[in-house]
């Protein structure tokens, strides 16, 4: 071994965080894309100071729920908003306990392609971990 | 013959990410790596062992490097 970094997932690409919420469950129907951003609306009906380029509406999240949003920063990345209520429920919950980000980051290391560079193995493990393995020329 | 230089990448279940090269030597293990971290996010630890020298001339007191 020569080398390892620990890397912290960034939302870059807002095709593949939309591949990844619709893995999480959520229908890409139901995933709203502007190009300016929008507004967040609240479990009232109140529009909330938050905005956000990438919105799931409460009505596909749950009665209670809030909007969730993704806002993209001036650095090009998004930046994730979900309320109090829903970092403890359904997506919101698994947004904040990182299996967005997992889900993610498999699938950008899996389009990610570099000459010289090929896919060897995929193992998804019991313990949820993955590990993917890419031989280099 | 060297053994066959691998990339592992291991995306923990709550969306940790560590990206380690295997069987490098030299400068192209940091290049390898360096195309997923620039896709996946930022660094935010990063280690070099003693092998990565083998191809180069660094100092010691490069040996461990902390970013982010």
Redesign the interface.
């Given at each position: 071994?020569?080398?390892?970094?620990?890397?912290?997932?960034?939302f870059?690409?807002q095709k593949i965080l939309i591949e990844a919420l619709a893995e999480m469950g959520i229908k890409a129907e139901n995933i709203e894309v502007y190009d300016n951003p929008q507004s967040l609306v609240g479990y009232h009906g109140d529009a909330r100071t938050q905005k956000a380029h990438v919105i799931i509406r409460r009505k596909h999240i749950g009665s209670a729920s809030n909007d969730i949003g993704f806002e993209r920063t001036e650095a090009g990345t998004y930046k994730a908003w979900v309320s109090d209520y829903d970092k403890n429920t359904g997506v919101g919950r698994k947004i904040m306990?990182?299996?967005?980000?997992?889900c993610?980051?498999?699938r950008?290391?899996l389009n990610?392609k570099?000459r010289g560079?090929r896919l060897?193995s995929v193992v998804d493990e019991k313990?949820?971990?993955?590990?993917?393995?890419?031989?280099?020329? | 013959m060297g053994k066959?230089?691998?990339?592992?990448?291991?995306?923990?279940?709550?969306?940790?990410?560590?990206?380690?090269?295997?069987?490098?030597?030299?400068k192209?293990?940091?290049e390898?790596?360096d195309?997923?971290?620039k896709?996946?996010?930022?660094?935010?630890?990063?280690?070099?062992?003693a092998?990565?020298y083998q191809g180069g001339k660094q100092s010691i007191s490069d040996l461990d490097k902390i970013g982010?």
């Open positions: 071994m020569s080398e390892y970094v620990v890397c912290e997932t960034e870059k690409d306990q990182g299996e967005l980000k997992h993610y980051s498999k950008v290391v990610s570099i560079h060897k313990d949820g971990r993955c590990r993917i393995r890419i031989g280099v020329n | 066959d230089k691998e990339i592992e990448i291991i995306i923990e279940k709550d969306g940790s990410v560590t990206i380690e090269g295997i069987n490098f030597e030299g192209g293990c940091h390898a790596i195309h997923y971290l896709k996946l996010g930022v660094a935010k630890s990063q280690k070099r062992k092998d990565f982010g």
